[in-house]
């Protein structure tokens, strides 16, 4: 074989590839305008929409803040009004309480000095009730140590007369045995 027929085949290739591709290259520059001038208009609609959103947005976003500060503005005013009540009411009731406090102080000081009077009394009589019991305790001792000083002295009376010769019975003598 020849060798020119190896570089005219890919060369014929080559120059028919370039025919196709130029015309094809036109056609694809083409639709990529046409893309792109889609791309373009659907990315501005996109955009315009997006700022007539943003606006709409800013505009209820304004809406709701201005709702939400008459809102605070009434609960606070609410807030305020409702802290005034209960702060006359807690003052109404600490002055109540107070007066109810001093009178049951005069109460508490009352009952302390009759029970320092009770227990006084109570210590006196307490006193009182044991030296009762002391003297009741002692008589108790006198009596019982004069009961046995009293069975002393018989103990020693009754052995005394136990050892004289006057309590004992003379000797009889023993008869004379009969004959």
């Given at each position: ?41 659907e990315r501005a609609d ?134």
């Open positions: 074989m020849k060798k020119w027929m190896y570089v005219l085949a890919p060369t014929v290739m080559l120059v028919g590839f370039v025919f196709v591709f130029r015309a094809h290259v036109e056609k694809a520059k083409i639709k990529e305008r046409a893309t792109a001038a889609r791309i373009e208009k996109a955009e315009s929409k997006k700022k007539a959103a943003e606006a709409k947005a800013r505009e209820d976003a304004k809406k709701r803040q201005d709702e939400r500060d008459a809102e605070e503005r009434k609960k606070e005013a609410d807030k305020v009004a409702k802290q005034a009540a209960d702060d006359k009411k807690v003052r109404d009731q600490t002055q109540e309480y107070l007066a109810k406090g001093t009178a049951a102080q005069k109460q508490v000081d009352t009952l302390e000095a009759e029970l320092a009077k009770l227990r006084k009394d109570r210590d006196a009589t307490s006193r009182e009730s044991f030296e009762l019991a002391k003297k009741v305790e002692l008589a108790r001792i006198a009596r019982r140590n004069a009961e046995l000083e009293i069975q002393r002295m018989t103990e020693m009376v009754s052995r005394r007369a136990a050892d004289s010769s006057l309590t004992r019975p003379p000797v009889i003598p023993a008869p004379p045995a009969k004959k």
